[in-house]
Each structure stands twice: as C-alpha cells, then as structure tokens.
C-alpha cells in the first residue's frame, strides 16, 4: 500500500484489521498516525522509512502485525 503524497494524516484505525496490507510506503509529509491505524494487519511485513515530519505515531500503531 502506498499512501499518496500530500496526506499529513492517517486517521485511528484507519486501516484497522485489514488482512490484505503486506506493504507499507509513508509519504514525505505525514504528520501524525493515529492509534489502532494498522493494528491487527496480519499481512503486514515491512521496513518502515519513517519521514523526519512524523512527529506523532499513537498507542498500538502496529498492535498485533504478526508478520
């Protein structure tokens, strides 16, 4: 999953047990993750580059990404 330039923001759960993530692209720009965003993607199997913007990633981000 990409997430588009220009977004500052990925909301609470936003993404929350999505099962068919396996990649994760941040944009330059974004700001804040909010909780739960990704929690409980089971596919999820990354390395993040976090962008030196980011400057709030919220309680159980990443909560139950077991790959």
């Known amino acids: 999953m ?6 500052k923001e990925i909301g609470s759960s936003a993404f929350e ?6 990649s994760l692209s941040l944009p330059v720009g974004l700001e804040k ?3 739960y ?3 409980s993607c ?4 990354c390395q993040l580059n976090l962008p ?4 709030y990633i919220g309680p159980y ?3 139950y990404c077991t790959s």
């Open 2 to 7: 990409i997430i588009p330039d220009g977004v």
């Open 17 to 22: 047990n999505c099962k068919t993530i396996s």
């Open 33 to 35: 993750i909010g909780q």
């Open 37 to 39: 965003a990704f929690a």
């Open 42 to 45: 089971s596919s999820l199997s």
């Open 52 to 55: 030196s913007t980011l400057t």
């Open 61 to 63: 981000t990443f909560y």
